[in-house]
């Protein structure tokens, strides 16, 4: 789980690539990113000093941060998923809803920027390639879409449907952090893994608004053996350096 200060530091980063927020233009004031991403001070200010070294912003004693105009260049715009692997065969690729309920999620909830206390839609749901169970998926549903919506619509195949067709709330962007595990007990019964200790893809991927507001969190495990997460790269700047 990332630190509350490099949660701070990547959707800064992210608003100041996107153009959210314009060369020169000034940052919100530390008291305003503090109750934005309902933060202390302390990754504020951690979160702003590295976005000063990292050469994002510049600052001014009593005027506050400024997006620096040489700022660091994005190299490679990427398009990442699952989606491409069985694009031609996309028409057998089916879900089910397992359960949704109401739950507090202490990890879950700074990324939909509530409390650790209030109470998260849940649904767990897993999506099948004709008959094998591929994904396992956990959604995690900001508190302000009734949960109601999500219990008795189980004809869907993504919550953008929901939020798009009962809400007319559009997810603009979303950002994923990729991890390998190990397949727990829990996972190998719900993913029929003939094997213990099988190596799973873990992706947490925390959807937004155009207005970058967070709308749901999904935490999913593909089993990376039926499933191969797909990666190609443009090159968008001149100068750059393979690794």
Known sequence: MKSLYKTIYDDLVSKIMSGFYKEGQKLPSEKELDLLYQASRTPVR???SKLESDGFIYR????????????????????????????????KITSHTINVETVQAPAIAPLLKVDE??????MTRLRYYEEDPIIYLEHYVHPRFPVESLQTNDNFFSIAEILNDEFQVKVARADEEIEAVIADDRLQEILQLDQKFTPLIKVTR??????????????????????????????????????
Do not use: H
């Open 46 to 48: 951690q979160a702003l």
């Open 60 to 91: 001014l004693q009593g005027r506050g941060s400024f997006v620096s105009e040489n700022r660091p260049k994005q190299l490679w715009t990427r398009m990442t998923g699952f989606t491409n692997y069985y694009l031609s065969e996309w028409e």
């Open 117 to 122: 206390n209030v109470e998260l839609t849940k």
């Open 206 to 243: 925390t959807s937004y608004t155009a207005a970058d507001e967070p709308v749901d969190v999904n935490v999913y495990f593909v089993n990376s053996k039926k499933w191969k997460f797909e990666v190609s790269f443009r090159q968008s700047e001149k100068n750059f350096e393979f690794f």
